[in-house]
Nanobody, 121 residues
């Protein structure tokens, strides 16, 4: 069955970096767009970043543009989110997702369980 397993979350200070990973299995990874979403306490889930099957096209939320980088390794069935210059407002549960269109949040259909990222000030 489809599995998306996130890792790499943790507690860091403002200005630090983290790299999230998401290992995929159970579907043809290289055929899917991949994305990262996040949900902070009391808030709706929001789209963070997405990339197409090859990694050649990416899209970012304005709030993370210039600080976060999404990438993928199709040989390893893994997608990454490099997060630099972290801010307290980046605190959330981060979810990995697979879908059919990298820039449309509604087109993501497979989801991981999430990993917590906490940024202290």
């Amino acid at each position: 069955q489809v599995q998306l397993v996130e890792s790499g979350g943790g507690l860091v200070q403002a200005g630090d970096s983290l790299r999230l990973s998401c290992a995929a299995s159970g579907f043809t990874f290289s055929s899917y767009a991949m994305g990262w979403f996040r949900q902070a306490p009391g808030k709706e889930r929001e789209f963070v970043a997405g990339l197409n099957w090859s990694g050649g096209n990416t899209v970012y939320a304005d709030s993370v543009k210039g600080r976060f980088t999404i990438s993928r390794d199709n040989a390893k069935n893994t997608v990454y989110l490099q997060m630099n210059s972290l801010k307290p407002e980046d605190t959330a549960v981060y979810y990995c997702a697979a879908g059919t269109m990298y820039a449309q949040a509604s087109k993501y259909k497979y989801w991981g369980q999430g990993t917590q990222v906490t940024v202290s000030s």
